[in-house]
Protein backbone atom coordinates (compact mmCIF):
# COMPACT_ATOMS: atom_id res chain seq x y z
CA UNK A 1 0.00 0.00 0.00
CA UNK A 2 1.21 3.32 -1.17
CA UNK A 3 1.88 5.59 2.91
CA UNK A 4 2.10 9.00 0.86
CA UNK A 5 -0.75 10.72 -0.59
CA UNK A 6 -4.29 11.92 0.67
CA UNK A 7 -7.81 10.66 0.61
CA UNK A 8 -9.84 13.06 -1.44
CA UNK A 9 -12.81 13.26 1.44
CA UNK A 10 -10.79 14.02 3.50
CA UNK A 11 -10.41 17.35 1.51
CA UNK A 12 -14.21 17.48 1.13
CA UNK A 13 -14.33 16.20 -2.58
CA UNK A 14 -16.81 13.57 -2.57
CA UNK A 15 -20.01 15.15 -2.10
CA UNK A 16 -19.64 18.23 -4.69
CA UNK A 17 -16.94 16.08 -7.17
CA UNK A 18 -16.02 12.66 -6.94
CA UNK A 19 -19.92 11.71 -6.48
CA UNK A 20 -20.68 13.40 -9.83
CA UNK A 21 -17.58 12.48 -11.66
CA UNK A 22 -18.25 8.90 -10.81
CA UNK A 23 -22.39 8.79 -11.69
CA UNK A 24 -22.54 11.18 -14.87
CA UNK A 25 -18.95 10.70 -16.58
CA UNK A 26 -17.02 7.33 -15.40
CA UNK A 27 -20.64 5.30 -15.19
CA UNK A 28 -22.03 5.86 -18.65
CA UNK A 29 -17.80 4.03 -19.74
CA UNK A 30 -18.38 1.08 -16.68
CA UNK A 31 -21.70 0.25 -17.83
CA UNK A 32 -20.52 -0.44 -21.44
CA UNK A 33 -17.74 -2.24 -20.73
CA UNK A 34 -17.94 -3.75 -16.88
CA UNK A 35 -21.55 -5.11 -17.03
CA UNK A 36 -21.07 -8.15 -14.99
CA UNK A 37 -19.47 -6.46 -12.66
CA UNK A 38 -21.85 -3.65 -11.27
CA UNK A 39 -20.46 -1.10 -13.95
CA UNK A 40 -24.05 -0.25 -14.18
CA UNK A 41 -24.41 0.12 -10.19
CA UNK A 42 -21.30 1.53 -9.03
CA UNK A 43 -23.14 3.26 -5.91
CA UNK A 44 -19.66 4.38 -3.44
CA UNK A 45 -15.99 4.65 -4.10
CA UNK A 46 -12.96 5.47 -2.45
CA UNK A 47 -10.90 8.13 -4.34
CA UNK A 48 -7.19 9.05 -3.05
CA UNK A 49 -4.01 10.67 -4.54
CA UNK A 50 -1.16 8.50 -4.51
CA UNK A 51 2.87 9.84 -5.00
CA UNK A 52 5.73 8.67 -5.68
CA UNK A 53 9.31 9.57 -5.31
CA UNK A 54 12.66 8.33 -4.59
CA UNK A 55 13.07 8.90 -0.97
CA UNK A 56 9.41 7.86 -0.44
CA UNK A 57 7.32 5.22 -2.29
CA UNK A 58 8.82 4.45 -5.76
CA UNK A 59 7.18 1.73 -6.34
CA UNK A 60 3.68 -0.55 -5.40
CA UNK A 61 4.19 -4.43 -5.13
CA UNK A 62 1.36 -6.74 -7.37
CA UNK A 63 -1.79 -6.36 -5.78
CA UNK A 64 -5.68 -6.19 -6.24
CA UNK A 65 -7.84 -3.32 -5.63
CA UNK A 66 -11.24 -3.26 -3.02
CA UNK A 67 -13.33 -2.08 -6.02
CA UNK A 68 -15.39 -3.75 -8.67
CA UNK A 69 -13.88 -1.30 -10.85
CA UNK A 70 -10.71 1.23 -11.18
CA UNK A 71 -9.34 4.19 -12.23
CA UNK A 72 -6.10 5.38 -12.77
CA UNK A 73 -5.82 8.88 -14.14
CA UNK A 74 -2.09 10.04 -14.11
CA UNK A 75 -1.71 13.51 -12.83
CA UNK A 76 1.82 14.15 -13.96
CA UNK A 77 5.12 15.19 -12.64
CA UNK A 78 8.57 14.97 -13.92
CA UNK A 79 9.82 11.66 -13.63
CA UNK A 80 11.26 8.32 -15.47
CA UNK A 81 10.13 5.08 -15.43
CA UNK A 82 7.58 3.50 -12.73
CA UNK A 83 5.37 1.66 -15.74
CA UNK A 84 2.34 -0.19 -14.25
CA UNK A 85 2.29 -3.92 -14.70
CA UNK A 86 -0.97 -6.41 -15.27
CA UNK A 87 -0.93 -9.76 -14.80
CA UNK A 88 -3.74 -12.23 -14.04
CA UNK A 89 -6.74 -12.34 -12.19
CA UNK A 90 -6.59 -12.33 -8.49
CA UNK A 91 -7.23 -16.01 -8.19
CA UNK A 92 -4.09 -16.52 -10.75
CA UNK A 93 -0.62 -16.62 -8.95
CA UNK A 94 1.88 -14.25 -10.85
CA UNK A 95 4.29 -17.21 -11.85
CA UNK A 96 1.29 -18.54 -13.50
CA UNK A 97 0.27 -15.14 -15.50
CA UNK A 98 2.36 -13.35 -18.44
CA UNK A 99 2.34 -8.92 -17.53
CA UNK A 100 1.85 -6.23 -19.63
CA UNK A 101 3.12 -2.76 -19.26
CA UNK A 102 1.33 0.74 -19.30
CA UNK A 103 3.41 3.72 -18.85
CA UNK A 104 1.52 6.65 -17.85
CA UNK A 105 0.93 9.86 -19.13
CA UNK A 106 -0.40 12.93 -17.73
CA UNK A 107 -3.69 13.54 -17.96
CA UNK A 108 -4.84 9.85 -19.22
CA UNK A 109 -6.33 7.15 -17.14
CA UNK A 110 -6.26 3.43 -17.14
CA UNK A 111 -9.57 2.10 -16.31
CA UNK A 112 -9.55 -2.01 -15.06
CA UNK A 113 -11.59 -4.62 -13.31
CA UNK A 114 -10.54 -3.80 -9.08
CA UNK A 115 -9.50 -7.68 -9.05
CA UNK A 116 -7.11 -7.85 -12.28
CA UNK A 117 -3.80 -7.78 -10.44
CA UNK A 118 -1.11 -5.05 -11.13
CA UNK A 119 1.59 -3.18 -9.49
CA UNK A 120 3.86 -0.22 -10.65
CA UNK A 121 7.70 -0.25 -11.27
CA UNK A 122 9.82 1.44 -9.26
CA UNK A 123 10.65 5.56 -10.54
CA UNK A 124 14.43 5.85 -11.28
CA UNK A 125 14.01 9.76 -10.97
CA UNK A 126 11.42 12.14 -10.19
CA UNK A 127 8.07 12.30 -8.67
CA UNK A 128 4.84 11.13 -10.07
CA UNK A 129 1.21 12.14 -9.12
CA UNK A 130 -1.71 9.55 -9.71
CA UNK A 131 -5.74 9.97 -8.80
CA UNK A 132 -6.89 6.41 -8.00
CA UNK A 133 -10.93 5.90 -7.89
CA UNK A 134 -12.26 2.66 -6.50
CA UNK A 135 -15.34 2.00 -7.52
CA UNK A 136 -17.86 -0.17 -5.70
CA UNK A 137 -21.32 -1.79 -6.25
CA UNK A 138 -23.35 -2.44 -3.27
CA UNK A 139 -25.67 -4.98 -5.27
CA UNK A 140 -22.10 -7.26 -6.11
CA UNK A 141 -20.58 -6.45 -2.97
CA UNK A 142 -23.65 -7.34 -0.66
CA UNK A 143 -23.86 -11.26 -2.41
CA UNK A 144 -20.43 -11.78 -1.99
CA UNK A 145 -17.01 -9.79 -0.55
CA UNK A 146 -14.37 -9.30 -2.91
CA UNK A 147 -11.61 -9.37 -1.06
CA UNK A 148 -12.21 -12.48 1.24
CA UNK A 149 -14.87 -14.36 -0.49
CA UNK A 150 -17.32 -14.82 1.94
CA UNK A 151 -20.72 -13.02 2.57
CA UNK A 152 -20.15 -9.97 4.44
CA UNK A 153 -20.69 -9.29 7.87
CA UNK A 154 -22.33 -6.03 7.93
CA UNK A 155 -21.48 -3.27 10.85
CA UNK A 156 -22.72 -0.03 11.23
CA UNK A 157 -20.34 2.88 9.06
CA UNK A 158 -19.87 6.28 8.84
CA UNK A 159 -19.11 7.13 5.08
CA UNK A 160 -19.56 4.46 2.60
CA UNK A 161 -18.02 1.80 4.61
CA UNK A 162 -16.29 -0.09 1.64
CA UNK A 163 -19.16 0.03 -0.81
CA UNK A 164 -21.10 -2.52 1.12
CA UNK A 165 -25.03 -1.47 2.33
CA UNK A 166 -27.82 -2.52 4.83
CA UNK A 167 -30.80 -2.93 2.98
CA UNK A 168 -33.66 -0.64 4.41
CA UNK A 169 -36.76 -1.61 5.38
CA UNK A 170 -39.73 -0.03 5.05
CA UNK A 171 -41.50 -0.67 8.45
CA UNK A 172 -44.71 1.34 7.98
CA UNK A 173 -45.41 -0.45 4.68
CA UNK A 174 -45.12 -3.94 5.27
CA UNK A 175 -47.43 -4.16 7.93
Known amino acids: ?13 D ?6 FRTEYLQPITT ?20 YKINEDKD ?13 ISLGGNFSDGQLYFGGMRDVPLENT ?5 MHKAAYGLLHRGQ ?3 G ?7 DRYNLIIWMRSSRVRNQLCPMCDQLPVLVENVGYGDGFTKEVVDVCNTI
Open 1 to 13: MNKYGVLLNELGF
Open 15 to 20: EDFMNL
Open 32 to 51: LLFPDWGGDALDSHKAFIVT
Open 60 to 72: LSYHYDNAEVTIN
Open 98 to 102: ECSQY
Open 116 to 118: HKH
Open 120 to 126: AMPILEG
